[in-house]
């Protein structure tokens, strides 16, 4: 079975600066997606980033990039120039393409971001 | 914008109650799950449907039923409430290629089973 591994239950950054939320995962599947998932306070669940695995490239939306090792089964988020609205819980989530669980998602346990003016 | 509503954001209710909790999304997906959430475990999924009248149990299963009559209501019941599912219930979609998309998700009830 698939596992997701987020070894930070918390982390704090300072305003402007650079962070990295680490996620590992475990699967013999070779046709996934993963995902960057940020939950603010008391807020709604959106997608920060995805990464399809057969792509070698690093996902890249603005502030927020992937280091993706496909070989050593990690997907770390890099944030970068910290802003105190990227406070928020992060998860990172692993789907299959893959017979009747197509779509489903795991998630790892979550890392709460703090970000310190 | 996918818009998915769950009926409540603060619900409590007591212990042996049958409860009822209700998500709407307004986007034709044609996939929708139930998770629950708590601090420590991340996300574990309950129930997900793939079609009208579809469904499938998830990861923990045990003390819910869901019931999805039309595609955008999936609606997710605790048969007789008790303390331990007192939580964080998130309701999500998904459409097009399963695995492709990200779901989507809406803002979350915080149940509280007295």
């Known amino acids: 079975a698939q596992t997701v591994t987020q070894s930070q239950p918390e982390m704090s950054v300072q305003e402007a600066e650079t962070v990295t939320l680490s996620c590992t995962y475990d699967t013999s599947e070779s046709d996934y997606y993963l995902f960057w998932y940020k939950q603010p306070p008391s807020r709604q669940m959106i997608l920060v980033i995805r990464q399809e695995a057969y792509k070698q490239q690093n996902a890249t939306e603005n502030r927020f990039s992937v280091n993706f090792q496909k070989a050593a089964k990690s997907f770390s988020l890099k944030i970068s120039d910290s802003q105190l609205g990227d406070a928020a819980m992060y998860f990172c989530?692993?789907?299959?393409?893959?017979?009747?669980?197509?779509?489903?998602?795991?998630f790892g346990k979550g890392t709460k971001l703090s970000v310190k003016p | 914008d996918v818009k998915v509503t769950q009926s409540s954001r603060y619900l409590v209710k007591r212990t042996g109650e049958k409860v009822f909790l209700e998500c709407v999304q307004d986007m034709d997906h044609e996939n929708m799950f139930w998770y629950r959430q708590d601090p420590g475990l991340g996300l574990r999924l309950i129930y997900f449907s793939y079609d009208v009248k579809m469904k499938e149990k998830g990861d923990i299963p045990e003390g819910y039923s869901v019931s999805r009559e039309k595609k955008e209501r999936f609606s997710l019941i605790l048969e007789s409430a008790s303390t331990n599912q007192t939580s964080m219930y998130l309701c999500?979609?998904?459409?097009?290629?399963?695995?492709?998309?990200?779901?989507?998700f809406g803002d979350g009830t915080r149940l509280s089973i007295l």
């Open positions: 999500a979609t998904l459409g097009g290629t399963r695995g492709r998309q990200p779901q989507h």
């Open positions: 989530a692993y789907g299959t393409n893959n017979g009747g669980s197509q779509g489903n998602l795991i």
